[in-house]
Each structure stands twice: as C-alpha cells, then as structure tokens.
C-alpha cells in the first residue's frame, strides 16, 4: 500500500497534554506513590514523557502483549510476551497505554492485574477512538479523543514504522484523499 503520513496532533499540543493529564493524576495521588506500568511497544514515548511528570513515581515497569490479527485491527485475542517483574500488590498503579481502539487489550490486562490485589488500578491513554469501542473499558485519563482513523508517531507504529515521530499522524492512502 502506498500512503503517506498527514500530522494530525502537534509536538506541542502533546507536550501541553501530557501537563494537563499529569496535574490530574498528581492531584489524585494526593502525595502517595504510585507504580507506573508501560505497555510495549506503543506507549514508550508517552510514559517517557508522563512519568517525567508524575510526582512520586515509585516503580517502573513494562508489559508486552500481541495481539493475534493482522496490521490494522485487533482478533480479540491477546497473549502476554512480558510479563510484569514487580509485585503490584496494595501499590497503586497506572496503566500507561498510547491508544485504545476495541478495548480488548485493555479490559484483558485490566482483569489480569486486578487478580492481583493492587491497592489501585487506573488507566491513561494518550488516545482513544471510541467509535471502534467493543468491549467496555472505564479510561481514568484521555488525551486525545480522534475519530476512526490509523495513526502513527510518537511511539506508535504502522508495520513497525514510524515510531519515532514527535507528532501523531494519520495514514493516508495515497490516491483516497477525498474518500
Ligand atoms: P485494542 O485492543 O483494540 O483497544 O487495541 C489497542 C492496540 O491496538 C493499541 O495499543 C495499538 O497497539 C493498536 N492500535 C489501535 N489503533 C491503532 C492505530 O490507529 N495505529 C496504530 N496502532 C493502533
Ligand atoms: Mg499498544
């Protein structure tokens, strides 16, 4: 497929973000620790950035999870590659996701961690496409809501590609501009 990348959000309008979603949660956390958890690879960015601006972050830790399909949607199936290397037990922990689309990823992770007695388990997305939501998940902390579209940047890949953009981008089909 021959496409091309259109920015959609800009390196600033992310880094305001990111402060505004950081005062949330430090307001929230009240001066308690908290234990942030990433999920590879998309989110190393985001949580790069947040956790820089996150009081009190006491752990910090990864978690790699596929999903079975193709590129660009999701089978409803996921499969931990990484697991966690630290107890969450009565911790609180935020989830840092960079996008949730059908949700299946993160009602999955959700009940997998609960089972685990943390003392708190919230969510923070940097995007959600809630048009594509099939499973209920309760977001705590969202960035940017955008519309049914693929994109990539700042951290997010298509085919492995573009993860080292600064901005977020959409995937435009090379001849479908006006569709
Ligand atoms: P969900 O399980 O459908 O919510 O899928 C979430 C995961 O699918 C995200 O963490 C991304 O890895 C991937 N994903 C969903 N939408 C996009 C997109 O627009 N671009 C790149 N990856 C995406
Ligand atoms: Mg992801």
Redesign the pocket.
């Known amino acids: 497929m021959k496409y091309h990348i259109e920015e959609m959000i800009s390196k600033k309008d992310i880094e305001n973000k990111i402060k505004i979603l950081a005062n949330e949660i430090n307001k929230d956390l009240n001066g308690e620790e908290v234990l942030i958890i990433g999920?590879l690879r998309?989110?190393f960015m985001f949580l790069a950035d947040i956790s820089r601006e996150i009081n009190n972050v006491s752990e910090v830790d990864f978690m790699c999870v596929s999903?079975y399909g193709s590129n660009?949607v999701?089978s409803g199936e996921?499969k931990i590659l990484k697991d966690l290397d630290v107890n969450i037990e009565n911790k609180n922990v935020i989830i840092i996701?960079?996008?949730?689309?059908?949700?299946?990823?993160?009602s999955k992770i959700t009940k997998i961690l609960k089972d685990r007695n943390p003392k708190m388990l919230k969510i923070c997305t940097l995007?959600d496409?809630p048009d594509?939501?099939?499973?209920d998940?309760f977001v705590d902390y969202v960035g940017f809501i955008i519309p049914d579209?693929?994109?990539?940047g700042y951290g997010?890949?298509?085919d492995q590609k573009h993860r080292a953009l600064s901005y977020i981008g959409k995937?435009v089909k090379d001849g479908e501009e006006n569709e």
């Open positions: 999920l998309g989110s999903s660009m999701t996921i996701e960079d996008i949730i689309d059908t949700g299946f990823t993160l995007l496409k594509r939501r099939i499973t998940v579209e693929f994109v990539v997010i890949d298509y995937v």
